[in-house]
């Protein structure tokens, strides 16, 4: 029976006799023996000396099962340990012109995406994202959400027409999903607090370091919840996510990069809350320039939308996440629930990642009152009968309630400090990338 790498690990093998099965990561051939790196079906390596003999036709990315005693060697890669392989089962002679080598170009490696998952950087980002989808999970389990999984291809817009898909629908159109959040709100009238994590779609035309045309979405959604509630369950949630990393993935992390550890644990609780007006007072203080539609420079203004420069100015110098809360109302999307207080701005709340990385994710309190939410969909040019059924929530039986999208791969790219989106993402979509 053959073994993970990661289980001779665990149990103290050394003088036994094993076999691993897995691919050839390097080979080093010289005329006696040859030196293998093995790798695993989960990315562990481990290193393997043969007698050449038994080498002669591998080559680079040969699937193999190896078997042989375990040896302990203190100048072994990875966990110490060498095998002393005395035969090596075929599974497949690879092709010796395989294209992912020591140095590449970033467009090969995503030409290659299907192949460079192999490569160490990769391995370690598919872990961590592994386990930051496991630990949002892990924490909405405990707390009593409920999963729930909601409709892809859907009639209307929620995040505006500009970035929408539209696709052939039998003898019809339809869109894929920009968001979830409309079916979440649905859904909390019998099945209480939900959230998902689904694909959701833009058809991003700017080609950007932060936006995909697919991306992964955790959004959530509750009724009967105030903004101050709202902003302390993202808080809660992604400070739980980000200790777990700390505690469980402090490998991957390092290994990605070195300065990420010392940033996340430079993160505290309670993250700071800004309200818009201030903080567009900061950036008028800061003399924080704009420029407005007709390419004119001008000094940022109430009214004017949080762009990536202005929340990178915000966030340039902070070690922690910020809420910024309280938009005006009519920058925010329909749905946003129009504040009590003060009519010009809306219950919205957006959570910028320090270091200057902007935007992880928007949320904040619906529009409950029927004629008010009519009105604004009136106002943001929505053909009402695709909502006809996303209004009958209001009439029977509405209620106050509020909810949050966060994007994984910004999540992600913010605690791995990665310039580039599509470092973080197995499959990058973008304007210009559709394969592999
Ligand atoms: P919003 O459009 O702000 O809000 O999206 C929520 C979060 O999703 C992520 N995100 C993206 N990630 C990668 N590429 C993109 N093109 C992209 N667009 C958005 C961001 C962003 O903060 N329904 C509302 C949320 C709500 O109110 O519940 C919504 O979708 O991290």
Redesign the pocket.
Known sequence: MFKRISDVRKENEVGATISLRGWIHRLRKQKEKTFIILRDDRGDIIQAVCPSSLCEELTIESSVEITGRLKKDSRALEGGYELKVDEILVFNIAATDYPIGEYQSDETLLDYRHLSLRTRKMINVGKLRGALLKYSRDWFGIEGWMEITPPLIVKGA??GGA?LFEVKYFDNTAYLS????LY?ESMIYSLGPVWTISP?F?A?RSRTI????E?S?L???IPWIGLSDLILIQENLIYNIISKIKLYNKKEVEFLNKDSLTKLEAISTPFERISYENAIDKLRSQEFIIKDEEDKKRFIEWGDDLNIESERELTKDMTSPIFVTDYPLEIK?F??KQNPEDESTGL?V??LAPYGFG??????I?EDDLSKLKKRMHQSKLNIEDYTWYLDLRKYGSVPH??????I???LRWILNFDD?KDVTLFPRTMSRILP
């Open positions: 929620v995040e970035t920009q968001s979830s959040q979440l959701s833009r991003e932060r936006h995909l045309a991306f979405h959004e959530a959604e999307p749905y946003v919205a957006d959570l935007e992880i994710s928007g949320g904040g619906r509020g909810g949050f999208g966060l994007g791969e910004r999540f989106i």
